[in-house]
């Protein structure tokens, strides 16, 4: 489940598996971020997590291929995000998002 989302749809690798822990990484250098936020914008839930991608066409695509259910969105956003929510294969709000 993990790495048909995580992996096919956000283009990411499996970098470490313990088994009872998979982490999965993007092929790319980024400066990392966290963000607190008490909502999610736009009158939306707190996600659990946002990921930004560079590729989010091909993202949105990708979801809307496989038919997954999108909660918010696709929405362009005044403060200059395009994105969109759906639930990972654990049940956790993910907000998949691009700048510019």
């Known amino acids: 489940m993990a790495r048909a989302f ?3 749809i956000l283009d990411m690798a499996v970098v470490m ?3 009872w822990i998979v982490t999965f990484a993007a092929d790319t250098s980024m400066a990392p971020q966290i963000s607190i936020a008490s909502e999610g914008g736009s009158g939306t839930p707190v996600p659990d997590l946002s ?3 560079d ?3 091909n993202v949105l695509a ?3 291929e496989r038919r997954l259910a999108i909660e918010y969105g696709p929405a362009d956003e005044p403060w200059g995000v395009k994105r969109f929510f759906l639930r990972d294969p654990f049940g956790r709000l993910v907000n ?3 700048h510019g």
């Open 6 to 8: 995580y992996g096919d």
């Open 17 to 19: 598996d313990h088994g």
């Open 51 to 53: 990921i930004e991608v």
């Open 55 to 57: 590729n989010y066409d």
């Open 62 to 64: 990708r979801v809307t």
């Open 96 to 98: 998949i998002l691009s």
